[in-house]
T-cell receptor, first 116, second 115 residues
């Protein structure tokens, strides 16, 4: 079974600054997928970024980028130029690939607060 | 595309009552998932379906919980009888195997409160 660990229950950052959220995971799979989801107060789960394990290049989506370290089983999320709208809970999630389409194992979440 | 639609958004019920949560997946998606979110346990998968067939229900906490998917556009999660510890946010999600590890699209969730 896979496990996902987010060791930072809460983080805060000033607007326009950069913040990094940590995530580690444990798996015996070789091909898998990792995701960061954002959950604002509206409760909606929104996909922020995803990474395929077989790709060495780190994924980037505008102000969001990841640092994927496969050997260390680490998958951190960097948010650049933080905005007030980034305030939310962030979840790291793992998908084992193969036929487990959309089946996710989540970390405990990190509450991020962006201060003006 | 209307996204995944869940109803109701909020449900308050008394202990012992039957509760039914509803979900309409995105058209064309053939995987459907029910997740539960609590402060203590975070987000956990309860059950998922492929082509309307339950594939893995190992996350269903007790026999009081049951889920059905009578057709490709509708699923229900039923709790009977409900208990206060069932209070949580229940999410439905759907996905389509356009590739390995396809993302799951989530509904807005149902906040269930059992008093």
């Amino acid at each position: 079974a896979q496990t996902v660990t987010q060791s930072q229950p809460e983080m805060s950052v000033q607007e326009a600054e950069t913040v990094t959220l940590s995530c580690t995971y444990d798996t015996s799979e070789s091909n898998y997928y990792l995701f960061w989801y954002k959950q604002p107060p509206s409760r909606q789960m929104i996909l922020v970024i995803r990474q395929e394990a077989y790709k060495q290049q780190n994924a980037t989506e505008n102000r969001f980028s990841v640092n994927f370290q496969k050997a260390a089983k680490s998958f951190s999320l960097k948010i650049s130029d933080s905005q007030l709208g980034d305030t939310a809970m962030y979840f790291c999630a793992f998908n084992a690939g193969g036929t487990s389409y959309g089946k996710l194992t989540f970390g405990q979440g990190t509450i991020l607060t962006v201060h003006p | 595309d209307a996204g995944v639609i869940q109803s109701p958004r909020h449900e308050v019920t008394e202990m012992g009552q039957e509760v039914t949560l509803r979900c309409k997946p995105i058209s064309g998606h053939d995987y459907l998932f029910w997740y539960r979110q609590t402060m203590m346990r975070g987000l956990e998968l309860l059950i998922y379906f492929n082509n309307n067939v339950p594939i893995d229900d190992s996350g269903m906490p007790e026999d009081r919980f049951s889920a059905k998917m009578p057709n490709a556009s509708f699923s229900t999660l039923k709790i009977q009888p409900s208990e206060p510890r069932d209070s949580a946010v229940y999410f439905c999600a759907s996905s389509s195997p356009t590739g390995f590890g396809t993302e799951a699209f989530f509904g807005q969730g149902t906040r269930l409160t059992v008093v």
